[in-house]
């Protein structure tokens, strides 16, 4: 076997360093950060009652209390359910406690489109509490105040 000379084998040598050198020319790191982005936030819709009641009175069947909704955002909101509860009337000597609501709270499940008067529920009541030792006569004429709320 023939030997090569020192300066051809110095240079093979010189070669695969360099080249080994280049393959590997570069450096691995890890790093970390942060960052921000931003949600949007929602107002609160409102709950709108379409339905006409007129006429409560001891012993007349409860009426249907339902409506629709105000949704100003600029996108669609969830609606879960609606509830109303009675918080007084305009009379002296009549209040909530002469008058019952049922069904709520009522469930609506629905995406609510922005804008005005979108959206329904129903399946709430409101009756005249008929309490026959006590004269209601302060009741007569009353306007029933009603309010809503949406989860």
Do not use: H
């Not at 080994?20 to 691995?28: E, F, I, L, P, R």
């Not at 409560?56 to 969830?78: E, M, R």
């Amino acid at each position: 076997m023939r030997k090569l000379p020192v300066k051809i084998l110095a240079l093979i040598l010189g070669g695969a360093v360099v080249i080994a050198g280049v393959a590997y020319a570069y450096w691995t790191v890890t790093g970390s950060g942060t960052g921000q982005a931003g949600t949007g936030t929602t107002s609160a819709i409102t709950v709108n009652q379409t339905s006409t009641v007129s006429g409560l009175a001891p012993g007349t069947p409860a009426q249907a209390l339902s409506g629709t909704f105000d949704n100003s955002n600029s996108g669609s909101v969830y609606v879960t359910s609606v509830s109303a509860t009675v918080t007084g009337t305009d009379k002296a000597g009549c209040s909530a406690s002469d008058y019952t609501v049922t069904g709520s709270p009522a469930s609506v499940g629905a995406q609510i489109a922005s804008g005005s008067g979108v959206g329904t529920w129903s399946g709430i009541s409101i009756a005249f509490n008929n309490k026959p030792s006590t004269n209601q006569d302060a009741c007569k004429g009353a306007t029933v105040s009603i309010s809503y709320t949406s989860n």
